[in-house]
């Protein structure tokens, strides 16, 4: 019974994720991005970060926490989270800087079947920025998707996200004549 592994992230870790793939793809066959912050909205993108050495959290956080989602979710579960971060250090922000460069040429590279998940109304990530880019992406199987709500597709559109997360695995599977992991 053969298996695949499939690579993913969420946000900036769909950064993450493409900056591993670009060093050390090897038993990864599947890629996964919901609501990648590649491309960010251009007020992100474009904002000066406090960047330096110091790994002491002396900085508010890059993305502001009111524009990953609204309602329930933000207010009961974000807001009061304990763990939620508050603030990063400069080392943090050039780590940011650092992870972003690049990202377009290994966007243009990617060859694994890809799927990508972006969320309608984001006010973080560019999604017509994604969209361009996607039409670059040469990875077979690849699909996109746009669920309802905010950047936060996981609380917004949980259903809709597993299902097609779900679906595109086992379609990857199946191409693959695997089974996923």
């Not at 695949?4 to 793939?21: D, P």
């Not at 960010?40 to 990953?68: K, M, N, Q, T, W």
């Not at 050039?94 to 966007?107: A, I, S, Y």
Request: net charge negative.
């Amino acid at each position: 019974d053969a298996r695949i592994t499939h690579l993913g992230g969420f946000c900036w870790g769909a950064t993450y994720a493409l900056n591993a793939l670009s060093r050390e793809a090897a038993g990864i066959a599947a890629f996964l991005m919901i609501a990648p912050s590649i491309f960010p909205a251009d007020d992100i993108g474009d904002a000066e970060l406090v960047v330096g050495d110091s790994g002491e959290a002396s900085c508010e956080p890059h993305v502001p926490i009111d524009r990953f989602t609204r309602g329930p979710a933000y207010e009961d579960f974000i807001i009061p989270d304990p763990l939620r971060t508050r603030e990063v250090s400069p080392r943090f922000n050039q780590c940011l800087v650092d992870m972003n460069r690049m990202l377009g040429p290994r966007w243009a590279k990617l060859r694994l079947p890809t799927l990508m998940v972006l969320a309608e109304q984001d006010r973080l990530s560019d999604n017509e920025k994604h969209l361009r880019a996607w039409r670059h992406v040469k990875g077979t199987p690849k699909s996109h998707i746009i669920v309802p709500g905010e950047h936060g597709a996981q609380f917004d559109a949980l259903p809709e996200t597993i299902a097609t997360v779900t679906a595109w695995t086992d379609e990857v599977a199946q191409a693959m004549g695997s089974t996923a992991a």
